[in-house]
């Protein structure tokens, strides 16, 4: 079993950058891929990146190529998203998920989530 929880969300201005971050329980989080989600209020839950559990390749939704950037520091099993250039379409509950099956895009392929953490874009 693996517990994941994020953090990093906050109220940003349009252009600004936030760093979410997604800590897991257990020994196992470098196992796992990772992905990174997110729902907005009245929209489905929607894919926005991935990370492999060693390697590190990474894979973006079109939406967040250019501007989001994932990574993991597994010694920390700890998963990251810098997010730049925040427009108010970013607006919505970011969630990370671990332990995926292929292709990781989405949110059926994953077994552990985490609470979500609310991003807000906004003047």
């Known amino acids: 079993q693996v517990q994941l929880v994020e953090s990093g969300g906050g109220l940003v201005q349009p252009g600004g950058s936030l760093r979410l971050s997604c800590t897991a329980s257990?020994?196992?989080?470098?196992?796992?891929?990772m992905g990174w989600f997110r729902q907005a209020p009245g929209k489905e839950r929607e894919f926005v990146a991935r990370?492999?559990?060693?390697?590190?390749?990474?894979y973006y939704a079109d939406s967040a190529k250019g501007r989001f950037t994932i990574s993991r520091d597994n010694a920390k099993n700890t998963g990251y998203l810098q997010m730049n250039n925040l427009k108010p379409e970013d607006t919505a509950v970011y969630y990370c998920?671990?332990?995926?099956?292929?292709?990781?895009?989405?949110?059926?392929?994953?077994?552990?989530w985490g609470q979500g953490t609310q991003v807000t874009v906004s003047p």
């Open positions: 998920a671990a332990r995926g099956v292929p292709p990781f895009t989405n949110p059926q392929d994953y077994v552990y």
């Open positions: 990370i492999t559990r060693t390697v590190g390749t990474t």
């Open positions: 257990g020994r196992t989080f470098s196992s796992y891929t």
